[in-house]
């Protein structure tokens, strides 16, 4: 991504090809011991009781992409209770043709050995190789809205930061990489700090290993509010979703450092200050996303529930646009309840919107009429103690029954 940010996002006009999950299969994920879904190009519609195990499935989709899936949960707590491992295997249909992707703990199973690439623990297979969980990314993205997101723009810092980054992530594979290396370069100028080392040159080694990993953290969340309020400023008005106007605020008190020689020198000059304090006051571990609410000119942070609902809903679906404008597929959506709170005209204009970004969105909800407007726009399944069961009917004639 280099030159001019808007013209980046004009390319998005281009039709993008989709990428949809054709089937799933679990085993031993969660509260599943066995599931099967068939699925075709539409969107995919959970509804039933609670507790039956329809955030678990998204949860498990999440998994297609690098990381600890959309709950950051330990993978002895995603295994089935009593279970010593999972397995989550989806058929994937995309502009690359078709593969097969399966992730999962299961010792000496389909995946390996314990001790097989992976992410602590997790391994990957694709097209039956054995691979990175990063590699995931050339075959599908994926992108998602959960409850537990509905104060982000209330809550603390570092839930905007993960929220920017993961935006970044969808976009730019390499940069949970950019992070892990930042981190571990932190740590060990924390552990100077608290050994006490007064050697200058020890610092000036881990300080350029810091600038050397944070330089490009800041530079790639910088394109990415660059390019996706770009993305926002050209959406048609006005929108049952409000724009955003977005601002980073990238962690550094002063200038921002623009160079590996210039981060160099701000992390010298902080180090007496940052040694009083045991740790780096400046950087980006300190990074913020503000985010105003465009029509109410007001900070998203004081509007009310329903607003900023309605304002987070707007920048995961101009996300998802670029996401796609910039991979060229179609990004994976998974909408956790977001349809029961939404009144019935803004539910249908977000169906619509799923429907034009061409994304297979997977959506969830207790009450199958939510989603009668989608008819045969999606496939439904109904999950209860007995299971799930594939649904022909729209929900609203089946649970009228
Ligand atoms: N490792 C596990 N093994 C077995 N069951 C689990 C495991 N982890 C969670 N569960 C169960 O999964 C169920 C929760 O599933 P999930 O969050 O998918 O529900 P849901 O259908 O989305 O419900 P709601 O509508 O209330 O959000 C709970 O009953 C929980 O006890």
Not at 49 to 68: D, F, M, Y
Not at 153 to 158: H, Y
Not at 277 to 295: E, N, T, Y
Not at 298 to 319: D, F, N, P, W
Request: aromatic share 6%; glycine share 8%.
């Amino acid at each position: 991504m280099t030159g001019d940010p808007v013209d980046e996002v004009r390319q998005s006009a281009d039709a993008v090809p989709p990428v949809s999950i054709t089937a799933l299969r679990l085993t031993n994920f969660r509260s599943h011991s066995e599931l099967s879904l068939r699925l075709d190009r539409r969107h995919v519609v959970l509804f039933g009781e609670n507790g039956a195990g329809k955030t678990n499935i998204l949860e498990a989709v999440s998994l297609l992409s690098p990381g600890r899936g959309f709950r950051r949960a330990t993978y002895a707590d995603m295994a089935a209770k009593g279970a010593s491992g999972f397995a989550i295997h989806a058929s994937l249909d995309g502009p690359v043709g078709p593969a097969e992707i399966g992730t999962g703990t299961i010792a000496g199973g389909a995946f390996g050995s314990a001790s097989a690439n992976g992410e602590g623990g997790r391994r990957v297979r694709i097209n039956g190789a054995s691979e990175p969980a990063e590699a995931m990314a050339e075959w599908l993205r994926v992108v998602w809205l959960l409850p537990s997101m509905d104060g982000l723009f209330s809550g603390g810092a570092s839930d905007r930061r993960r929220f920017l980054d993961r935006m970044v992530l969808a976009i730019d594979p390499s940069h949970g990489r950019r992070a892990l290396a930042y981190e571990k370069a932190m740590r060990q100028r924390n552990r100077l700090f608290a050994d006490d080392v007064r050697d200058d040159l020890w610092y000036e080694s881990v300080e350029a290993e810091l600038a050397e990993a944070g330089l490009p953290i800041l530079e790639a969340r910088q394109r990415l509010v660059s390019v996706l309020q770009a993305q926002i400023d050209r959406l048609p008005e006005p929108s049952p979703f409000p724009k955003s106007d977005l601002t980073l605020l990238p962690g550094f008190e002063d200038d921002v450092p623009e160079t590996i020689d210039a981060y160099r020198e701000a992390l010298a000059a902080g180090r007496y200050r940052d040694r009083a304090a045991g740790r780096a006051l400046v950087g980006p571990h300190r990074a913020d996303l503000m985010v105003q609410h465009r029509p109410k000119a007001m900070a998203a942070r004081l509007c009310s529930t329903g607003e900023q609902k309605a304002l987070l809903i707007g920048l995961v679906l101009a996300h998802a646009r670029l996401t796609a404008a910039q991979t060229e597929m179609t990004p994976i959506l998974l909408l956790d309840e977001v349809a029961a709170h939404l009144d019935a005209g803004r539910r249908a204009a977000l169906f619509d919107i799923l429907d034009e970004l061409g994304s297979q969105a997977w959506m969830t909800g207790t009450d199958g009429h939510l989603f009668a407007d989608l008819a045969d726009r999606a496939q439904f399944f109904h999950l209860s103690s007995e299971g799930v069961r594939p649904v022909d009917a729209p929900p609203s004639m089946e649970t009228d029954r």
